[in-house]
């Protein structure tokens, strides 16, 4: 079955712009996680989504948004973007509650300049 | 609160070494663990996972004991090999009847495996 799919891959987008990022996951998984990754604070939760709703939120400023639509796609957006906001973004999928393994997507790699 | 403590390395071993990564948890309730792997330019992908206590997950020759008395699931292999080069990150997600956390990741640990 197809994985986790994110779209787009590479982003290049300028300080006070803002992005959009998606995440189509696995067929059947209703919940989407989003991460955050950078070399010096490593992997750091953004939110988590189930059935169009926000289950949990990480300790990311209001810039960052997310959502969740009836299919179980999901968007998260970053306004106002900041140099350090450069990062790679993984979106994950999971058949929670049956199970609660990831699955990840490649990931959208974000820099800003 | 919930947490995962593993060695960040970077770990350099030559190939058919023997591989152990450690990874220490503190989480309230009965937490599942997992060990996800990263290779260069990818996402992260789950390698094994173990639900409750003396569970062992294993997959691709790697191995996990889920010990819950030294709240400890050290990642091992008995020969590496250059192809497991990559980043390996324990995890924990903690459920619950209703709600569960979020998965909590650890820093992650850098193996680098030379010819």
């Known amino acids: 079955k197809a994985g986790v799919t994110q779209t787009p891959r590479y982003l290049i987008k300028t300080r006070g712009q803002q992005v959009t990022l998606s995440c189509s996951p696995i067929?059947?998984?209703?919940?989407v996680s989003w991460y955050q990754q950078t070399p010096g604070q490593g992997l750091q939760f953004l939110f988590e989504?189930?059935?169009?709703?926000?289950?949990n939120k990480g300790n990311f400023p209001g810039r960052f948004s997310g959502r969740q639509f009836s299919n179980s796609r999901s968007e998260m957006n970053v306004s106002t973007l900041e140099l350090g906001d450069s990062a790679l973004y993984l979106c994950?999928?999971?058949?929670?509650?049956?199970?609660?393994?990831?699955?990840f997507g490649s990931g959208t790699r974000l820099t800003v300049v | 609160g919930n947490s995962v403590t593993q060695m960040e390395g970077p770990v350099t071993l030559s190939e058919e070494a023997f591989l152990t990564i450690n990874c220490t948890y503190t989480?309230?309730?009965?937490?599942?663990l997992f060990w996800y792997v990263q290779y260069p330019g990818e996402g992260l992908q789950l390698l094994l996972k173990a639900t409750k206590a003396d569970d062992k997950g294993s997959n691709k020759g790697f191995e996990a004991t889920y010990r819950k008395e030294t709240t400890s699931f050290h990642l091992e292999k008995g020969s590496v090999q250059v192809s497991d080069s990559a980043v390996y990150f324990c995890?924990?997600?903690?459920?619950?009847?209703?709600?569960?956390?979020?998965?909590?990741f650890g820093p992650g640990t850098s193996l680098s495996v030379i010819p």
């Open positions: 995890a924990l997600a903690v459920s619950r009847k209703t709600s569960y956390d979020k998965v909590i």
């Open positions: 994950a999928s999971s058949a929670w509650p049956t199970d609660y393994g990831y699955t």
């Open positions: 989480a309230t309730g009965y937490p599942s």
């Open positions: 067929s059947g998984h209703r919940s």
């Open positions: 989504y189930f059935s169009e709703t926000q289950r």
